[in-house]
């Protein structure tokens, strides 16, 4: 917060298109003049929540956009994986009272409407596994949480964060010593955000990870499209994998860490920002795992015996893709499509939830 500060101040350094250049010359470059600081606001700019704040809300904007394509990209699984519709009836998805788990299940329905894919095996075996038929139930939960965060996030934006805060008249002014720049209630929300878009994560590698079994998938091991030394989706399995380990280490709450300063005034911390720096990474880790899901899920629709339709929705995304990233025949390294979904996905969803097509250039 106080190197930000300088800069406004026009000093300090700040980097801006690759170069590092200085504050007043940044400020001069856009047309904005230094401030000048008057009673008190030096210490207002350094002492608060601004900074937590600010990458909270960049983190809601960034799982917001998640939210929207983990429906779309499960559901294009769901379907290459011959899933069970029932599992997403809406008359039984009622039965657990939560709005955003029913708004899920809707938005998968409107998503696979029409696929002959899944009407060719509708009733074809009794269940299926958990991170097919829970998707609502995570990815429902995961938007609690960002509806919970959200709400918290716009209160400290309206909020007074300092301390000591100035309260009362120009005659008769009041500074009060209080602990408003605790970020304790954002803190446990980004805390508890980033554990529930790791949740949302590992369940699209378990997807991943069914795709490339041919035990359960019935495609071609590792939906490679040539048998013998090919590995197609092998090692991209192992990256998603990986993520998700890394994922399950940072998820482990920040607000918990201790910590003693201020000669024994500041004798607990919350630890705010770095619960939202980390929700960033776990961000970071959740979009490249997506994005494989997303590529393996295009590669298996490749790979699909007969010629059964797909849902016009998921067909719509499907040949989005593959007009960017063409079909896998281990022929080049995965890491430049990975960095092409990842780019995709960053991108406005593909399906409105509705089921309204609303593809971006």
Same mark, same amino acid.
């Given at each position: 917060?106080?190197?930000?500060?300088?800069?406004?101040?026009?000093?300090?350094?700040?980097?801006?298109?690759?170069?590092?250049?200085?504050?007043?010359?940044?400020?001069?470059?856009?047309?904005?003049?230094?401030?000048?600081?008057?009673?008190?606001?030096?210490?207002?700019?350094?002492?608060?929540?601004?900074?937590?704040?600010?990458?909270?809300?960049?983190?809601?904007?960034?799982?917001?956009?998640?939210?929207?394509?983990?429906?779309?990209?499960?559901?294009?699984?769901?379907?290459?994986?011959?899933?069970?519709?029932?599992?997403?009836?809406?008359?039984?998805?009622?039965?657990?009272?939560?709005?955003?788990?029913?708004?899920?299940?809707?938005?998968?329905?409107?998503?696979?409407?029409?696929?002959?894919?899944?009407?060719?095996?509708?009733?074809?075996?009794?269940?299926?596994?958990?991170?097919?038929?829970?998707?609502? $139930?995570?990815? %429902? +939960?995961?938007?609690? =949480?960002? *509806?919970?965060?959200?709400?918290?996030?716009?209160? &400290? /934006? !309206? #909020?007074?964060?300092?301390?000591?805060?100035?309260?009362?008249?120009?005659?008769?002014?009041?500074?009060?010593?209080?602990? $408003?720049?605790? %970020? +304790?209630?954002?803190? =446990?929300? *980004?805390?508890?955000?980033?554990?529930?878009?790791? &949740? /949302? !994560? #590992?369940?699209?590698?378990?997807?991943?990870?069914?795709?490339?079994?041919?035990?359960?998938?019935?495609?071609?091991?590792?939906?490679?499209?040539?048998?013998?030394?090919?590995?197609?989706?092998?090692?991209?399995?192992?990256?998603?994998?990986? /993520?998700? #380990?890394?994922?399950?280490?940072?998820?482990?709450?920040?607000?918990?860490?201790?910590?003693?300063?201020?000669?024994?005034?500041?004798?607990?911390?919350?630890?705010?920002?770095?619960?939202?720096?980390?929700?960033?990474?776990?961000?970071?880790?959740?979009?490249?795992?997506?994005?494989?899901?997303?590529?393996?899920?295009?590669?298996?629709?490749?790979?699909?015996?007969?010629?059964?339709?797909?849902?016009?929705?998921?067909?719509?995304?499907?040949?989005?893709?593959?007009?960017?990233?063409?079909?896998?025949?281990?022929?080049?390294?995965?890491?430049?499509?990975?960095?092409?979904?990842?780019?995709?996905?960053?991108?406005?969803?593909?399906?409105?939830?509705?089921?309204?097509?609303?593809?971006?250039?």
């Amino acid at each position: 917060m106080a190197h930000i500060a300088l800069v406004l101040l026009g000093d300090g350094f700040v980097r801006h298109q690759g170069s590092r250049r200085s504050g007043a010359e940044a400020l001069r470059s856009l047309g904005i003049q230094p401030l000048i600081l008057e009673a008190k606001e030096g210490l207002s700019l350094v002492n608060g929540t601004p900074c937590v704040t600010g990458l909270s809300a960049l983190a809601l904007l960034r799982t917001e956009r998640l939210l929207e394509w983990a429906d779309v990209v499960s559901a294009m699984t769901f379907e290459n994986l011959h899933g069970q519709l029932a599992a997403f009836d809406s008359e039984a998805l009622g039965l657990r009272a939560s709005a955003a788990l029913s708004a899920v299940g809707a938005r998968l329905r409107a998503l696979l409407e029409g696929s002959a894919i899944l009407a060719s095996g509708a009733g074809r075996r009794t269940q299926d596994p958990l991170s097919l038929r829970a998707i609502p $139930h995570v990815h %429902g +939960a995961v938007r609690d =949480l960002f *509806a919970s965060t959200a709400r918290v996030v716009d209160s &400290e /934006l !309206a #909020a007074a964060t300092d301390n000591p805060i100035v309260i009362g008249t120009a005659e008769s002014p009041r500074a009060l010593s209080q602990a $408003h720049a605790v %970020g +304790a209630s954002i803190g =446990l929300n *980004a805390d508890a955000l980033g554990i529930a878009v790791a &949740e /949302l !994560a #590992a369940m699209s590698e378990r997807r991943i990870d069914r795709m490339v079994n041919p035990l359960v998938s019935r495609l071609p091991p590792f939906l490679a499209s040539e048998g013998g030394a090919g590995s197609g989706f092998m090692i991209a399995q192992y990256a998603a994998v990986s /993520l998700v #380990a890394e994922n399950r280490r940072l998820a482990a709450p920040a607000s918990l860490d201790g910590g003693v300063t201020s000669g024994l005034q500041e004798d607990h911390l919350v630890h705010a920002t770095p619960a939202a720096i980390k929700l960033l990474k776990i961000l970071d880790n959740a979009e490249y795992i997506l994005s494989i899901e997303l590529l393996a899920s295009a590669q298996a629709y490749d790979l699909q015996s007969g010629t059964l339709a797909r849902a016009p929705h998921t067909d719509l995304v499907y040949r989005a893709v593959r007009k960017q990233i063409p079909h896998y025949r281990d022929d080049r390294p995965l890491a430049g499509d990975i960095e092409q979904a990842r780019d995709f996905i960053h991108g406005p969803v593909a399906v409105a939830a509705t089921g309204n097509a609303e593809m971006g250039a």
